[in-house]
T-cell receptor, first 115, second 112 residues
Framework: EAQVTQNPRYLITVTGKKLTVTCSQNMNHEYMSWYRQDPGLGLRQIYYSMNVEVTDKGDVPEGYKVSRKEKRNFPLILESPSPNQTSLYFC??????????????FGQGTRLTVV | KQEVTQIPAALSVPEGENLVLNCSFTDSAIYNLQWFRQDPGKGLTSLLLIQSSQREQTSGRLNASLDKSSGRSTLYIAASQPGDSATYLCAVIKAAGNKLTFGGGTRVLVKP
């Protein structure tokens, strides 16, 4: 089954404790991206990757890191989480961002709470 | 800068009534427009994808239209059911862009 898998689904952590949210896709997609969803602000892009070893900042990259060492994986790293990073996070993938008709697939989301 | 708007923000209808959800965008230079469904606290499920060269797409009770020149898309859900209660989001991909730009969503409640 074609899917984007995020782990963990729920996470409560303390301020300053480094954490990683994993994302994996099994569709051989080149493009992967992270979004966060907050009430009243909607979905905003954090980072994206056009292919292996190619990553770039989205609209709200501060406080986050990513890496793309393999095509299927795109982990989101919070080096020193703060309460303002409490949010619902989504990983997405698609074959390309440069071809009309390319559908985007989303993971089930990770609910992160930083206390 | 691309902006996507969905009006109304919330909608309540009795079961069986047809649903009409609106999405407007400011920059017509798009590749795709995609409609998603989101259940509370859950992920995004893709419903329909319309390429910029298409005017509509259909899947079961769902029909989405696209008028690129006026920057509008409409999602029709026929004969609504309580199970259709969810938030519906539209998103566009700008030509040669790097992200989906989302609207704020329309929260739908279908009453039995």
């Amino acid at each position: 089954e074609a899917q984007v898998t995020q782990n963990p689904r729920y996470l409560i952590t303390v301020t300053g404790k480094k954490l990683t949210v994993t994302c994996s896709q099994n569709m051989n997609h080149e493009y992967m991206s992270w979004y966060r969803q907050d009430p009243g602000l909607g979905l905003r892009q954090i980072y994206y990757s056009m292919n292996v070893e190619v990553t770039d900042k989205g609209d709200v990259p501060e406080g986050y890191k990513v890496s793309r060492k393999e095509k299927r994986n795109f982990p989101l790293i919070l080096e020193s989480p703060s309460p303002n990073q409490t949010s619902l996070y989504f990983c997405a993938s698609s074959y390309s961002m440069d071809v009309a008709g390319t559908e985007a697939f989303f993971g089930q989301g990770t609910r992160l709470t930083v206390v | 800068k691309q902006e996507v708007t969905q009006i109304p923000a919330a909608l309540s209808v009795p079961e069986g009534e047809n649903l009409v959800l609106n999405c407007s965008f400011t920059d017509s230079a798009i590749y795709n427009l995609q409609w998603f469904r989101q259940d509370p606290g859950k992920g995004l499920t893709s419903l329909l994808l319309i390429q910029s060269s298409q005017r509509e797409q259909t899947s079961g009770r769902l029909n989405a239209s696209l008028d690129k020149s006026s920057g509008r898309s409409t999602l029709y859900i026929a004969a609504s059911q309580p199970g259709d209660s969810a938030t519906y989001l539209c998103a566009v991909i700008k030509a040669a862009g790097n992200k989906l730009t989302f609207g704020g969503g329309t929260r739908v409640l279908v009453k039995p």
